[in-house]
């Protein structure tokens, strides 16, 4: 009587493990489900694209002149100039101290001789930059076009103009006195 269970048991095993029919009938009703999935999701991503698509279809560009622009926001250029000079000291700082951190951390991870440390210590180095120079960028873009008072295209104040007339980079790197 054990015999014929344990023969039964080998034989099952070895049936199963030879013709793997349940597990590849699960793998495919799982492909299944994820398929289905896959393509709901699309269709959704799909509905949404040309919404945004129709949403944005008829839209004109403002091309409002500097001053209306100024009446609109409600506040002075000057209130204006003070707020972009706090938003970019405050990104320089953050980037000069992360920046900081970043180095000693490649220094630390350098003299350990730990290849993984130096690795995220100079990809955190590089993101860290990136980020919040993009942010001192903008601010200082916005400033610029404050102290030129211009901002439209036709006033010539887009950011191809702020490229070409000022020294964006060292400028978008200095910290800003206070005042105006």
């Keep these: 009587m054990g015999n014929k269970l344990t023969v039964k048991r080998i034989l099952k095993t070895t049936f199963s493990i030879i013709f793997p029919l349940k597990g590849i009938l699960s793998s495919a009703k799982l492909f299944a489900n994820s398929t289905k999935n896959n393509l709901k999701t699309a269709s959704h991503i799909k509905n949404m694209a040309t919404e945004l698509y129709e949403s944005t279809k008829y839209t004109t560009i403002n091309n409002d002149s500097f001053d209306n622009a100024i009446k609109r926001s409600g506040q002075t250029v000057e209130q204006l100039i003070v707020i972009f000079k ?4 405050i990104n320089l700082s953050a ?16 003299i350990n001789l730990s290849k993984y440390g130096f690795l995220y210590s100079s990809i955190s180095l590089i993101s860290f930059f990136c980020i919040f120079f993009m942010l001192s ?7 610029w076009q404050l102290n030129e008072r211009r901002l439209s295209i036709d006033e010539k104040g887009g ?3 702020f490229m070409r007339e000022s ?3 060292i400028k978008s790197l200095k910290f800003e006195k206070r005042g105006i």
């Design 86 to 89: 706090r938003k970019k000291n």
């Design 95 to 110: 980037l000069y101290i992360f920046c900081i951190l970043s180095i000693l951390s490649i220094i630390h991870s350098f």
């Design 137 to 143: 960028f903008s601010n200082q873009f916005r400033l």
């Design 159 to 161: 950011l191809m103009d």
């Design 167 to 169: 020294n964006w980079l």
